[in-house]
């Protein structure tokens, strides 16, 4: 079974600045999508980028980029310039392909990210 | 366009009893989906339905059911509750069940307590 693991609980940044969340996964699988979601106070679950595994060209999103690196099984999001509205609760996520048993999203524990004004 | 929409959004139950809950996705999606989320297991996958077809289950008691009808909307129905059963549920939607092209939309969840 796939896992995903965030090491981070909890991350802070300030207004304007850079950070970084890490999210490594566990999978025998060659092709597969990896995702990252933001779960503000609101609860709904809201898509911030995906990454198709065979795609080498890591994904971005406006302020948001991946650091997609395949063999070490890590998946690191990246969030430029960030803003007030950018604290939440993130979530990395992974799906296998589809046409298997398998077919749903496995999450990691998130990462609770604040921003300091 | 709407965005996929969780009846009720709170809930407070007794233990013993069932209940149900609702979600309404996307205009045009097929496939509904629906997660736990608890503080201690985080968010966990309950089913997924695509064309009222149960297309795949996750390790939950067979308390845990669900449908879907043929305008895909999709009902949870959690039977002979217990207090572990408190929880947010969420349903998502989505085009299809294949492809990244087709990510998942969360509805707002509906927050279940078992007294």
């Known amino acids: 079974a796939q896992t995903v693991t965030q090491s981070q609980p909890e991350m802070s940044v300030q207004e304007a600045e850079t950070v970084t969340l890490s999210c490594t996964y566990d999978t025998s699988e060659s092709d597969y999508y990896l995702f990252w979601y933001k779960q503000p106070p609101s609860r709904q679950m809201i898509l911030v980028i995906r990454q198709e595994a065979y795609k080498q060209q890591n994904a971005t999103e406006n302020r948001f980029s991946v650091n997609f690196q395949k063999a070490a099984k890590s998946f690191s999001l990246k969030i430029s310039d960030s803003q007030l509205g950018d604290a939440a609760m993130y979530f990395c996520a992974y799906r296998s392909p589809p046409g298997g048993s398998n077919y749903k999203l496995t999450f990691g524990k998130g990462t609770l990210l604040t921003v300091n004004p | 366009k709407a965005g996929v929409t969780q009846t009720p959004r709170y809930l407070i139950k007794t233990r013993g009893q069932q209940v149900t809950l609702s979600c309404s996705p996307i205009?045009?999606?097929?496939?509904v989906s629906w997660y736990q989320q608890t503080p201690g297991q985080g968010l966990q996958f309950l089913f997924e339905?695509?064309?009222?077809?149960?297309?795949n289950k996750g390790n939950f008691p067979g308390r845990f059911s669900g449908r879907q009808f043929s305008n895909s909307r999709s009902e949870m129905n959690v039977s002979t509750l217990e207090l572990g059963d408190s929880a947010l549920y969420l349903c998502?939607?989505?085009?299809?069940?294949?492809?990244?092209?087709?990510?998942?939309?969360f509805g707002n969840g509906t927050r279940l307590t078992v007294t």
């Open positions: 205009s045009g999606h097929r496939s």
């Open positions: 998502a939607s989505s085009l299809s069940a294949g492809g990244s092209n087709s990510p998942l939309h």
């Open positions: 339905y695509f064309s009222e077809t149960q297309r």
